[in-house]
């Protein structure tokens, strides 16, 4: 059996995603959600909170993982360049097209922010076990400057992410086209 037949499913194609692209698009959107819904509920709740007892050990590795996630989403995406679904015509296509282009920037700059923090602070790093950054004696003020974008960064992921699914359900409940179903499968 040909390569390109045994790959064919896992690629994009001009009509659809492939399953690697649903796959990073949906363990990402749930992994986001509970990243971000989740630290607004411990912080709604306070430090003290079951929520926030759990959050708290898990939002510095997830927060790596899903950086990790997004440098291999936009590879593949560079990858399958050429084989992806266009966007439509017009003004709704530019609007996709900068509303995408934001999602995948926030997705960079959330966790980037937070990583620079970890990088000049005192606390220093430490994902599944491994050390990243060693903890610093002095921290790096130009390093955390930018970390206090993190919070509010976050929250404009949310309404993007919020905003791309009911653009998401109108295109299928409205415009009754076929754009959910490239990526639904």
């Known amino acids: 059996m040909p390569a390109t037949t045994r790959l064919s499913g896992w690629m994009d194609y001009p009509t ?5 692209s649903r796959l990073f698009h949906w ?13 607004l509920a ?3 709740l306070g430090r003290e909170s079951a929520v926030a007892q759990f959050m708290g050990p898990i939002h510095q590795p997830l927060g790596v993982s899903l950086f990790a996630l997004v440098l291999l989403r936009l590879l593949w995406a560079a990858l399958n360049a050429r084989r992806r679904p266009a966007q439509e015509a017009g003004a709704m296509g530019v609007l996709a097209t ?18 620079l923090r970890a990088w000049g602070g005192t ?18 003020d130009w390093a955390m400057a930018p ?39």
Request: proline share 3%.
């Open 16 to 20: 659809r995603y492939g399953l690697v």
């Open 42 to 44: 411990s912080n709604a």
């Open 98 to 115: 900068v509303g995408h282009g934001l999602l995948y920037l926030l997705m960079l700059a959330v966790p980037a922010v937070a990583l």
């Open 123 to 140: 606390r220093g790093l430490e994902v599944f076990g491994l050390q990243v950054f060693a903890p610093r004696e002095v921290s790096v």
């Open 147 to 185: 970390a206090a974008a993190h919070g509010p960064l976050s929250l404009l992921l949310l309404l993007l992410i919020l905003g791309h699914a009911g653009a998401a359900v109108w295109h299928r409940r409205v415009k009754q086209d076929d754009v959910m179903a490239r990526m639904v499968g």
């Open 27 to 39: 363990a990402m959107a749930a992994l986001l959600l509970f990243q971000i819904l989740g630290m």
